[in-house]
């Protein structure tokens, strides 16, 4: 929605001003101008990325236009779900989550946090590490390792549709000189006409130029900065389970490692200790 907003804000002004000034609009009804510098950027976009490259960019446009997911109460849930498993553990040993670990979704302790049970990147990091610690022999250094091996790939893999598209709208500039120096060519092989006609057609001709700047740096480049705030939110997540389990391991009780978690969360999300002593206990009797 506040894409939408901005998107909305950026055409009003862009616009706005140029009429305000004396301009028409119809001179800036350029359809070919729009073919030349879109087609360009799609062009090079196939040529520059592999398949799978292409792929998950192609995936992430739907999710720009989503609010984000991670909210305190979603982040309440996570740290809820992770007190019960590492108290069901403290109390009945770390055999007593097996069952819980290879089939989250029949668990009925993951089922009473149905948000998290929708991210599988979250319940996957998580199982996967709950089941290190059940079947594995290791120590906590060696999973912290895996752990940020496993974040820093994550955001190697999410950061690639917001670099691509950061690309393009970097390109689109360049595309729009060239559409517009197609129209000054354009306009030089056509010096025979009268100069009124030859001024609309320098007119369109810088068009491109103008819609190729405000393409990049008013609509296209801005969407690579959110996706990126998406993927950091995303791995602010993993962040916290991680620290929540490392404190475990490392010997904590479970109300004490997950207030290690609750330290690692962005400020804007975090719930305050009251709040989320008074969520565990009402998850508890659920």
Same mark, same amino acid.
């Given at each position: 929605?506040? =894409?939408?907003?901005? @998107? =909305? =804000? $950026?055409?009003?002004? $862009? =616009?706005?001003?140029f009429v305000l000034s004396g301009g028409h609009v119809a001179v800036l009804l350029q359809p070919l101008e729009l073919l030349t510098i879109g087609g360009a950027a799609g062009g090079a976009f196939i040529v520059g990325n592999s398949p799978k490259a292409i792929k998950a960019t192609l995936r992430s446009i739907p999710t720009l236009f989503k609010g984000s997911m991670y909210s305190k109460a979603l982040y309440m849930e996570l740290m809820s779900l992770l007190y019960e498993i590492l108290a069901k553990v403290r109390k009945e040993g770390l055999m007593s989550i097996e069952s819980d670990v290879d089939r989250p979704v029949?668990?009925?302790?993951?089922? /009473? @946090?149905? /948000?998290?049970? /929708?991210?599988?990147h979250a319940i996957e990091f998580l199982?996967? @590490?709950?089941?290190?610690? $059940?079947?594995g022999n290791l120590n906590a250094f060696e999973i912290e390792n895996l752990m940020d091996n496993e974040i820093e790939t994550h955001h190697d893999e999410g950061s690639i549709p917001a670099g691509i598209i950061a690309k393009i709208g970097d390109a689109l500039p360049a595309f729009?000189?060239?559409a517009a120096v197609m129209g000054v060519v354009h306009t030089m092989e056509s010096v025979g006409l009268p100069p009124s006609e030859l001024g609309i057609l320098i007119a369109h001709a810088l068009v491109g130029t103008f819609l190729g700047i405000l393409l990049a740096y008013g609509f296209v480049g801005p969407l690579a900065s959110v996706l990126e705030q998406k993927l950091q939110e995303s791995s602010k997540l993993l962040q916290c389970i991680k620290v929540t389990i490392l404190a475990n391991l490392n010997g904590y009780a479970p109300a004490l490692a997950v207030e290690f978690g609750r330290k690692v969360l962005y400020s804007t999300e975090r719930p305050s200790f009251s709040e989320l002593e008074e969520h565990v206990k009402n998850s508890k009797n659920r």
């Open positions: 929605m506040l =894409i939408i907003i901005g @998107y =909305i =804000i $950026v055409g009003a002004s $862009v =616009i706005g001003g029949e668990s009925p302790i993951f089922a /009473k @946090y149905p /948000k998290i049970l /929708k991210d599988h199982t996967d @590490y709950l089941r290190l610690m $059940v079947g729009g000189i060239v």
